[in-house]
């Protein structure tokens, strides 16, 4: 095994030349050869003996040399040619001498130890009277004077005793062979890889031990058990029939570790075939055993999905059939907290596992929250493919790497619903890790692949990791997430799916506290806004949380008409979004206020208050709640959801200065943004709104350049689609891949008509009369001085100007109006703020937006009056 260690502190550690390495392996060969023969031509007699019996090949200096040898260490005086030869054979394979003083020290422990055990043989009666030749001179035993020290009984020789050995006397044979046994396995751990590594192995297990890994991770040298998932039917093998007890110990054995209790399922087992009509002792020729799982909730369904597999004596022995393999340190998958935003990156220390906690009493109105049971289980599935595969693919990796002189060792595979995440080792200590990030086609094309993304290094982590994609493809279901969610952690939480670790993948909108979301058509994206409001719908009553929906394709977001948590009716009219984004920056504005008056910093505060706080709070400054509009003492979260962001900005460009309004400024005050955008361009998701938007979920997009607009990074356009996702956290720079969850047509249906039984909406009809108002008023921008502009003569005459020729530029209106440069771009970008000009677009100019009615509109709005007679500017430009 080639050692694999860090570093020096100090610069590159201490290596050997070439040629030295040549050297010394052939000088070391020689010694092995020259001791060995030494050894075995040796005889006691050619030591001190004119004519000895035999003459040593190797001489006078080999028989010294076994003489001593043989003397000080018995029999495990042959272990000198065996550790000579074992450096030779390393020097030739390009060992340049790392470590060498720690290896010649494990290589020095390992000779006493062996000979102290050696010396232990006889007392054993394994071998009594073996290899006696070399022994005839030493009375002190096989294992020479050193092992008679070590671990030999007392010698008496002519009625004096020469002692025993030291070990023996303190722990008897039994402990003195442990102690040494032990001493030899740390020789050998320093020859095969140094004290360092040796110490680092040891934190690392002892930490992963106490930290108890959330990660279902299995080493392949050790074989590769089946992650803990919901298994799918498949044709079912026979398998030799058991009895109740023996199934009893083996449920019992495999569920220690879980909330299940192992006689508690064989009694679900006889209660179920009782009302079939079977008896106890047709139970006895077909009992299961069942691997543990966290709750009573997911036994339950898992049992209800074995009724309907048919024959229970299929389904017993179909569950029979799944290996029972331990898994090292991994957790069940319902026990893995989800990955919370807060939480850092690469951290993967686990948190205390949270269960589906109970329904809450309604806090409004009797309001009902939806039951589980409205969402479809999972299917069953099994894991017998999944060993094989990961085994197959690990070679592949390997031997990719190995064409082009990278030598890589997977360590770890985790498997996750559609993705196995390879943990892979650099065995060249000298090797750059950005060398192994631009192999991502050349795997792709030896595994026949697509999918594939290296993450080099691990966050946390000093390996490098992997993501193949699974043969077998395994759904992530709502159900489950939901039945491992605890809603208290969460403000609004929003399901995701699973990551490739299998965790569940659960954000909260209220610390985001705004999101992206972008993909092109078919991957993933309308599913994953389906999940986010089912989550709502789920977890929250409608005095808590209100919509504001935005639909421009007019069909996806229909089905949620009625329902009691809608502000208004889908928008499908993108004047009348525009005016409900604008009616939220005055709610926003409005919230700020109460906010001040009440003294609190964010709307969790308020609304812990209480109405007699808020009153007393209000009175304190000389105000009255009745002479604030739109403000209550409680006020509910406003999440505004658009369907396509593009659509909308195509249709009306100003709905991105709203945007950008709410998204800078209204967490504090409860209202939050989600935008999906199949178009995630640099036009549409441009600087300013990207800045405001920390969180973002990435499927699957045309290219890097749309990658690098929603995620600031490439790789969505390597996903798979149909739900891989790439999901950036808010305050992290680490991309965390998962599969999004899948939400059946059926199940969204099913929570809205359970939503739509417990109340009808109260829609607010205000809404789109104040976001009108606050348009004409100068589309949000809140600006105080608008009326200010309006009753200036020269901004007339400059609009009037603009319109008559469609000429925009501020070079125009100082040569047509007579006014100085720096008035005419004030009027310009005035103009702009109101709604009426667009952005620069380099040579071509502004373009113009609203129509001349609009300006008197506006004028009209602000006290201005119109006369013709007296004023050309208020005649019709176009006339």
Not at 682 to 695: E, H, Y
Request: glycine share 8%; proline share 6%.
């Amino acid at each position: 095994m080639i050692p694999v260690n860090d570093e020096s502190r100090r610069g590159r550690p201490f290596m050997l030349a070439k040629r030295t390495r040549i050297f010394w392996a052939i000088a070391l060969t020689v010694l092995a050869l020259f001791t060995l023969v030494s050894l075995i031509s040796f005889h006691p007699d050619q030591v001190g003996n004119a004519s000895p019996p035999g003459r040593n090949l190797c001489g006078i200096v080999g028989a010294t040399f076994a003489h001593i040898a043989l003397g000080a260490w018995g029999l495990a005086a042959f272990l000198v040619p065996l550790i000579a030869a074992g450096f030779s054979w390393a020097f030739f394979r390009g060992y340049r001498g790392r470590n060498a003083a720690l290896k010649l020290t494990g290589a020095i422990l390992i000779v006493p130890a062996m000979a102290g055990i050696i010396h232990l043989i006889p007392e054993y009666r394994l071998v009594a009277a073996l290899l006696r030749h070399w022994d005839q001179s030493h009375l002190t035993g096989l294992g020479g004077t050193l092992g008679h020290l070590l671990s030999g009984n007392p010698v008496h020789i002519e009625g004096r005793s020469l002692g025993g050995g030291i070990l023996v006397s303190h722990l008897h044979r039994t402990g003195a062979f442990m102690l040494l046994a032990t001493v030899v396995v740390a020789g050998l751990v320093l020859i095969n890889m140094g004290l360092r590594e040796l110490l680092r192995n040891i934190y690392y297990a002892v930490h992963d031990r106490m930290r108890k890994p959330m990660r279902t991770t299995t080493h392949l040298d050790q074989g590769l058990p089946p992650r803990p998932s919901t298994p799918q039917p498949m044709p079912v093998p026979e398998r030799p029939t058991t009895s109740v007890d023996e199934v009893t110990k083996r449920i019992a054995a495999v569920g220690a570790s879980s909330s299940l209790d192992a006689n508690d399922l064989v009694e679900r087992i006889r209660r179920r075939r009782r009302e079939l009509g079977d008896s106890d002792e047709d139970m006895e020729a077909t009992a299961h055993s069942s691997r543990g799982t966290s709750s009573d909730a997911y036994s339950e369904r898992h049992a209800t999905e074995m009724e309907s597999l048919g024959s229970l004596e299929a389904q017993e022995a179909a569950l029979a059939a799944e290996p029972l393999s331990p898994l090292r340190g991994a957790m069940p998958r319902s026990q893995l907290p989800p990955i919370s935003d807060d939480e850092e990156d690469g951290d993967h220390r686990p948190k205390p596992a949270s269960k589906s906690k109970a329904r809450k009493p309604a806090r409004k109105g009797g309001y009902a929250l939806p039951d589980i049971n409205l969402l479809q289980d999972a299917p069953l599935r099994r894991d017998s493919e999944h060993d094989k595969d990961i085994q197959e693919t690990s070679a592949v990796i390997e031997n990719t790497f190995l064409e082009f002189n990278i030598k890589l060792k997977v360590v770890a595979a985790t498997r996750g619903p559609v993705i196995t995440q390879y943990e892979l080792e650099l065995i060249d200590p000298g090797m750059r890790v950005s060398k192994v990030e631009g192999f991502e086609k050349d795997l792709s094309l030896k595994l026949g692949t697509e999918g594939i993304r290296i993450v080099a290094p691990l966050p946390n982590r000093k390996t490098i990791g992997i993501e193949v994609p699974n043969n077998l493809k395994e759904p992530v279901v709502m159900k489950d997430l939901v039945e491992e969610l605890d809603p208290d952690e969460h403000v609004l939480p929003l399901i995701l799916g699973r990551d490739v670790l299998g965790r569940p993948l659960v954000g909260d909108l209220a610390k985001m506290p705004h999101l992206l979301v972008a993909g092109a058509t078919g991957m993933g994206k309308s599913v994953c806004m389906n999940a986010m409001i089912c989550s709502i719908l789920l977890f929250r009553e409608p005095d808590l949380v209100k919509f504001i929906m935005v639909d421009p394709k007019m069909v996806e977001l229909a089905g949620y008409e009625d329902i009691p948590h809608l502000l208004t009716p889908p928008i499908t009219d993108m004047t009348k979004a525009h005016a409900a984004l604008e009616w939220a920056c005055k709610t926003m504005d409005e919230r700020y206020f109460a906010l001040r008056l009440a003294g609190v910093r964010n709307i969790a505060d308020y609304n812990q208050l209480g109405d007699e706080e808020i009153n007393r709070r209000l009175a304190a400054k000389g105000k009255d709640l009745a002479d604030l509009p739109g403000i209550e003492t409680r006020m509910p979260y406003i999440i505004i959801l658009v369907d396509e962001y593009a659509d909308l900005m195509m249709v009306n460009k100003e709905v991105e200065k709203s945007i950008v309004r709410l998204t800078a400024k209204s967490r504090a005050c409860g209202i939050h943004i989600i935008l999906t955008t199949q178009r995630p361009s640099a036009d549409v998701v441009t600087g300013l709104i990207k800045s405001n938007l920390p969180a973002r979920i990435s499927f699957r997009v045309a290219d890097k350049s749309n990658s690098r607009v929603v995620l600031d990074a490439g790789g969505a356009e390597n996903l798979l689609g149909k739900g891989d996702m790439l999901y950036l956290p808010p305050g992290s720079s680490t991309l965390r891949r998962g599969q999004g969850v899948w939400v059946k047509d059926e199940e969204i249906e099913a929570v809205i008509n359970h939503a739509k039984s417990q109340g009808t909406p109260e829609y607010d009809e205000s809404i789109f009369r104040i976001g009108a108002a606050a348009m004409a008023g100068g589309g949000g921008s809140g600006d105080e001085n608008t009326s200010d502009w309006i009753q200036d003569r020269e901004f007339h005459d400059a609009v009037w100007s603009i319109y008559k020729y469609n000429k925009t530029g501020a070079d125009f209106l100082r040569r047509k109006c007579q006014i100085g440069y720096n008035k005419a771009t004030s009027y310009v970008e005035k103009l702009e703020d109101l709604g009426f000009l667009g952005p620069q677009k380099g040579s071509k100019g502004r373009e113009l937006l609203r129509p001349w009615d609009d300006w008197l509109d506006l004028l009209k709005d602000n006290g201005v009056e119109i006369d013709p007679e007296m004023f050309d500017c208020y005649t019709d430009p176009y006339r």
